[in-house]
C-alpha cells in the first residue's frame, strides 16, 4: 500500500496496535482474520469524498485513523456537518444494511486510513460472525444517541452560544486532555465548518471565539484549544 500521507498505517487487523481499543475491530482472532480478507485498505488526503449523500452504498468504509465529517445539504446549497467520525468507527452502516441510499456526505478532515468492505462481503461476514452483528448493533446503537443529542442540543438550546458552548462540551468530554491551563482540544475545524455544525454562520461564529476568549473562557494557540469547562458550562442552561 503507498502511503504518501503523513499516517501511521496498520495494515493487517490481527496485528493492529489499536484493535484492542476500537469498539468494532475488537472481536476474537478468527472474525478478525476474515475481515482481513474482505478489505480493501487506502490512505486519502484530507477533503478526500468517501461517498456522497443519495449515493446507492457499494459498501461501509471503516475509519482506521484519521477523521471524517458527515455532511447534509439543503435544495439551497446550505450544509449541515452531522458528526466528526473518528477512528474506529464505521461509515454507511445504515445505507449498507437496509440497502438505502447515504443520508449523508463524507469526506476527509486530514490524511486518513481507510478500509473499505463490498456490502455483498460486509453482509456476508456479518452472517458468518454474531459476534460482528453485536459490535454493528452497537455502532448503530451509538448513532441513534448521538443523533438523540444533537437533536436536543439544536432544538433547546436557547442561543448560538449556547449551541457552541454545548459543542465545545461534547468535544471536550469525547477526546480533550486536561491540563493546567483548561481542557486542551485539537481543532482543526475551520469557522465555517464549525458554523456548519451547529446551523449558523461563519460570521457568528468568529464572533464569538471572540467573545469567549476576551471572556477568558477558551484560549487559542495554533491548533490548541484550551478551554474552562465551567465557564462554558455555566451557558448551558437545559
Request: charged share 25%.
Amino acid at each position: 500500500m503507498r502511503t504518501p500521507y503523513n499516517v501511521d498505517t496498520q495494515n493487517n487487523c490481527t496485528t493492529c496496535t489499536f484493535r484492542t481499543e476500537r469498539q468494532f475491530c475488537n472481536m476474537a482472532t478468527p472474525a478478525v482474520k476474515a475481515l482481513d480478507t474482505i478489505k480493501f485498505t487506502a490512505v486519502y488526503p484530507k477533503g478526500s469524498v468517501l461517498f456522497v449523500e443519495g449515493e446507492q452504498p457499494r459498501g461501509v468504509f471503516i475509519v482506521c485513523s484519521g477523521r471524517v465529517k458527515l455532511t447534509t445539504s439543503s435544495s439551497e446549497g446550505k450544509t449541515l456537518i452531522v458528526k466528526i467520525a473518528e477512528a474506529g468507527e464505521v461509515l454507511g452502516l445504515s445505507g449498507t444494511i437496509l440497502a438505502n441510499a447515504f443520508e449523508v456526505s463524507a469526506e476527509t478532515l486530514e490524511p486518513s486510513q481507510i478500509n473499505f468492505i463490498r456490502r455483498e462481503d460486509f453482509v456476508h461476514f456479518l452472517n458468518a460472525h454474531p459476534e460482528a452483528c453485536m459490535h454493528t448493533a452497537q455502532q448503530l446503537s451509538e448513532k441513534y444517541h448521538s443523533a438523540q443529542r444533537e437533536i436536543r442540543s439544536l432544538g433547546l438550546s436557547q442561543s448560538t452560544s449556547e449551541k457552541l458552548a454545548r459543542l465545545f462540551l461534547d468535544w471536550c468530554a469525547r477526546s480533550g486532555d486536561e491540563t493546567p491551563k483548561g481542557t486542551r482540544l485539537k481543532v482543526l475545524l475551520t469557522h465555517e465548518e464549525i458554523a456548519q455544525m451547529i446551523g449558523t454562520t461563519r460570521e457568528t461564529i468568529t464572533r464569538l471565539l471572540s467573545d469567549f476568549k476576551r471572556r477568558k473562557m477558551i484560549e487559542i494557540k495554533g491548533s490548541s484549544m484550551f478551554v474552562q469547562t465551567a465557564s462554558l458550562e455555566a451557558l448551558v442552561t437545559i
